[in-house]
């Protein structure tokens, strides 16, 4: 059988909104809303809370060891070296990076990408065309210690898979095609600003915690209340330059 291990990249250190991940939404922090939907991915052995070694993100470790999950401490700057050596650490055959700014992670995406990897044999599996802040990485612990040896760009070393996905040839990299009802460009799902925290603190309001909500729900939600929808609908990404 091989070793799943869900790890969940989370720093206090935010240029936009700092301290985004330990807002709380209803009796939730955003890490915690995260932390508990994962959890019910049964295909994951464990789940590991990556976050740095700087005295600011005690709060993270506190938190994540007092939800019950395990917790290891590396570099702010070189995310690829936090997220090896958390898997080394934790025996790690196949890994699930997820960010903690993503609280509605889709736990049925989640699922379908593990179980590509697996019946592909594929190095790298991810998902196209899906609601920003839905989605989720997996990768074999080879390919990830390839690109901790390899990589070479900063911007590499910070956001962890672009070796791997860049390196198609070496890597066999496939994309899982996420169901229709995730296939929404007007939706965003991601917390990154003041507008974005303003949005997840009306879905609450109106949902309840939303570690317990379904990503059907909240679209139908969305749907039905465009007003609400529109508070972050036009905040821009920032995708990593090199």
Known sequence: MKNIIGIVQARTGSTR????????IGN?????????????????NSLIVATTTKKEDDIIEIISLKSGFKVFRGSEENVLDRYYKTAKEYNADIIVRITADNPLTDSDLMKNIISYLLNNKCDYVS?????????????????????????????QKEHVTPYIRENDKKFKVAYVNPVEALKREDIRLTIDTSEDLKFYLELCDSLGDLSLVSINTIINFLDAN???????QHVKQRYYKH
Do not use: C, H, M
């Open 127 to 155: 998902s196209k065309e899906t609601i920003l802040g839905t989605g989720s990485e997996v990768f074999t612990f080879e390919a990830l210690e390839d690109a901790w040896l390899n990589s070479k760009q900063k911007f």
């Open 28 to 44: 939730k922090t955003v890490l915690e809303t995260l932390l508990y939907r994962i959890d019910k991915v049964d295909l994951l």
């Open 17 to 24: 909104l700092p301290n985004k991940v330990i807002k709380k």
């Open 226 to 232: 465009p007003e609400v929808k529109r508070i972050n």
